[in-house]
C-alpha cells in the first residue's frame, strides 16, 4: 500500500511511503547506508540484497539517543567526504528515529543538501519520525533544537523489519500510534484498545492509519506553523523528562507515554477532558507496558525547562493538549500556578 505525501506551494513536494515488503532498490549514483550495529547485526544484509548502486558503503554510529549529537553528524559528513559523494549522491537511513533524524541532516548539509531515503526498522520510526521531514539532533539545551526540516526522496515502510525489534521498542514504537488516535481519531483510539499488533493484517492497519493521519498532518502544515504542532502531544513534558534524565532513562516513545498522561492531568485540570478519558488513555498505555508514572523532584526547574521548547515563542509556553479523545487543542498563557499544581502532582509521588 502506498501513501503519498504532496506538500503545498510554495515549495511542493511529492514522495511516496510505501508500506510493504522492501522491494529491489537500483540507484545510477552513489550510495551510503548509514546504520547502527544493532540494525546492521540483523537486517544489513537484507537490504544490501535489495540495493544496486554503482558505489554503495555502509557507515555504522554507534547506537542510542545519547549519540544524536553534532559530532555524530560530522562523523557521518566525514565518511560522505572520504567516499567523494557528489550532489547527485543519495543517502540511506536504515534504522530507528535516531538514525533517520540524524542521516536526514546530513544530507541537508552535505553540499547544501542531496537526496536520502529513510527505511524504518522501529515501530516508532515506521509510524511517525521517518514521515515528514523533521531532521536534527539534540544538545546540552534539549531535544532536536538543532536541525531542519528537509523531505526525503521516499520512504519505504517493511513491516518484517520489528521481527527483531525488542518488546520496549515495540512499546515505545506504540506510544507514538495512541497519540495519533487521541489527538485525531476516537474510532482509531477505539480500534487500539483491542489490537492485538501481533497479527501482522492489524500491525500493518496500525501502521497504515498511523501514516495517514501524519501525511494528513504533514500536506497541510510542513513547517509546523499550524495543525503539525499538535503532533507533539505528550512531547512538551517528555522532553524535559528526557532532559532530566540525560536521555539515557527512557526511550523516547516512554517519555512521550509519561508526557501523555501529564497533558492529559493539565487537560483535566482546565475541564477540556474527563477522568474517564484520561483513565482510558493511561489504561491503553499501562497495557502496553509502558511507564506513565514520574517523579518530578523540582516542580520550578521543570516548569522552567519549557521554555527551550522549541513551540515556545515569546516567553509563552505551548502545551498541546486533548479536548476529549480524539480532539485536540493549543493552547497558551494557561496560568503558571495550574501548571505547577498540576506539576507538583507528579512531585508527591
Known sequence: MIVPIELLPPK????????????????DTKVVIVTNPTVAGYHLDTLLEKVNAPQLHVVSIPDGEQYKTLETVEQILNECFEHKLDRKSLLIAFGGGVIGDM?????????????????????????DASVGGKTGVNNKYGKNLIGAFYQPKAVYID??????????????????????AVM???????????????????????????????????????????????????????????????YTTYLHGEAVAIGMVMANT???????????????????????????DYRIEDVDAF????????????????????????????????????VKKVLGMFGER
Open 103 to 127: 542521516t536526514g541532516f546530513t544530507a541537508s548539509l552535505y553540499q547544501r543538501g542531496i537526496d536520502f531515503v529513510q527505511i524504518p526498522t522501529t515501530l516508532l520510526s515506521q509510524v
Open 184 to 246: 485525531f481519531d476516537r474510532d482509531y483510539f477505539d480500534f487500539l484498545k483491542n489490537a492485538e499488533l501481533s497479527d501482522e493484517a492489524q500491525l500493518k492497519e496500525a501502521i497504515k492509519r498511523s501514516v495517514e493521519l501524519k501525511a494528513w498532518v504533514v500536506n497541510q502544515d510542513e513547517k509546523e506553523a499550524g495543525i503539525r504542532a499538535v503532533l507533539n502531544y505528550g512531547h512538551t513534558f517528555g522532553h524535559v523528562v528526557e532532559n532530566e534524565t540525560n
Open 266 to 292: 493539565l487537560a483535566v485540570e482546565l475541564g477540556m477532558m474527563t477522568q474517564a478519558e484520561a483513565d482510558e488513555v493511561k489504561a491503553v498505555l499501562d497495557g502496553a507496558d509502558l511507564p506513565t
Open 12 to 27: 511542493p513536494v511529492k514522495y511516496d511511503i510505501t508500506i510493504d515488503a522492501l522491494p529491489p532498490l537500483k540507484f
Open 303 to 338: 516548569y522552567e525547562h519549557f521554555f527551550l521548547d522549541k513551540k515556545s515563542a515569546n516567553n509563552r509556553i505551548k502545551f498541546i493538549l486533548p479536548r476529549g479523545i480524539g480532539g485536540h487543542e493549543i493552547v497558551q498563557d494557561i496560568d503558571e500556578a495550574v
Open 159 to 180: 513491516p518484517a523489519f520489528l521481527e527483531t525489534l525488542p518488546k520496549r521498542e515495540f512499546a515505545a514504537g506504540f506510544a507514538e500510534i495512541v497519540k495519533m
